[in-house]
């Protein structure tokens, strides 16, 4: 069975009255069975029990051997315009598109375009790693450093207030070249920046922007309608502001009655020059 959530957070009481819940869609045919149907009634109390507790906002959806059970929307997609949530809003995926952009390269390979053991310099020839192969990209044990634990040496490198993109890093790794952190297929090891390296790649092969490619290859043969790459050129570069509701209960339990009592605050947190999600592809 597939459980898929898309949190969003801890919501308010008083929220909660004022927000539209979005009646959950149940499958469509073939028809559900009797047992389905059970199964999905018990995940809508389920849920809606989360959500009358304040415990869920978000997305949530059951398939089952290839069959939707259960899906469902909660809450708030923005508390502060007060927004709510439905069945098509949109996340930001971050990490979790890191198969997608493996998708690609293997549509690539299928295609006759490029190999898994070249080395990435006969695509990203500006790099210094000969030694590193498209194969050890996708598997995470490249040796390559990951760019959140080099980010102070990045800042530094570029002018200050500068949103970093995929073509910045790819400047800064050949200019900079930072050293490996161990042999390339040695052992594995979480890296960022070899799924940088790897849209790059899908660019320089395909000769189209790694978003359209996606859109044309994946996303619309899929049907998947609401799913597409962050484009950083809407992306505000000056101070960014977030406001996140936080919640204080105090639970008095009795015999036969509980009672919560809730205290909300709203905390303000300003961030500079924040990385777009869509440089983690």
């Known amino acids: 069975m597939l459980v898929l959530?898309?949190?969003?957070?801890?919501?308010?009481a008083q929220a909660q009255d004022q927000a539209r819940w979005v009646a959950p869609t149940l499958p469509s045919p073939p028809?559900?069975?009797?047992?389905?149907?059970?199964?999905?009634?018990?995940?809508?109390?389920y849920m809606q029990e989360l959500y009358n507790q304040n415990q869920f906002n978000g997305v949530v959806l059951v398939a089952q051997k290839g069959r939707i059970l259960y899906q469902g929307a909660w809450g708030w997609s923005n508390i502060a315009q007060k927004d709510t949530l439905n069945l098509d809003t949109p996340f930001r995926l971050a990490s979790v598109s890191k198969q997608f952009t493996a998708m690609a390269i293997m549509i690539l390979k299928e295609a006759g375009k490029l190999h898994y053991d070249e080395p990435i310099t006969k695509y990203l020839p500006e790099l210094p790693y000969s030694q590193v192969s498209i194969r050890h990209l996708l598997h995470h044990n490249s040796g390559l450093p990951d760019y959140f634990g080099i980010g102070w040496s990045i800042q530094q490198f570029f002018p200050a207030g500068k949103l970093i993109d995929n073509a910045d890093m790819l400047r800064y790794f050949s200019v900079r070249q930072p050293k490996l952190v161990f042999k390339p297929g040695q052992k594995a090891s979480y890296s960022n920046t070899g799924y940088v390296f790897l849209a790059a790649i899908v660019e320089r092969v395909s000769g189209i922007p790694f978003a359209e490619f996606l859109d044309k290859n994946i996303f619309q043969p899929l049907g998947m309608k609401n799913t597409f790459v962050y484009n950083t050129k809407n992306y505000q570069t000056y101070t960014k502001c977030d406001t996140l509701l936080v919640r204080q209960d105090t639970v008095l339990r009795r015999e036969n009655e509980m009672k919560i009592e809730t205290i909300l605050k709203v905390e303000t947190h300003l961030q500079k020059n924040r990385t777009p999600p869509g440089l983690w592809l």
Do not use: P
């Not at 959530?5 to 308010?12: E, K, M, R």
């Not at 028809?31 to 109390?45: C, D, F, G, N, P």
């Open 31 to 45: 028809a559900a069975t009797s047992e389905e149907a059970l199964k999905a009634v018990r995940m809508q109390e």
């Open 5 to 12: 959530f898309f949190w969003s957070g801890i919501f308010s």
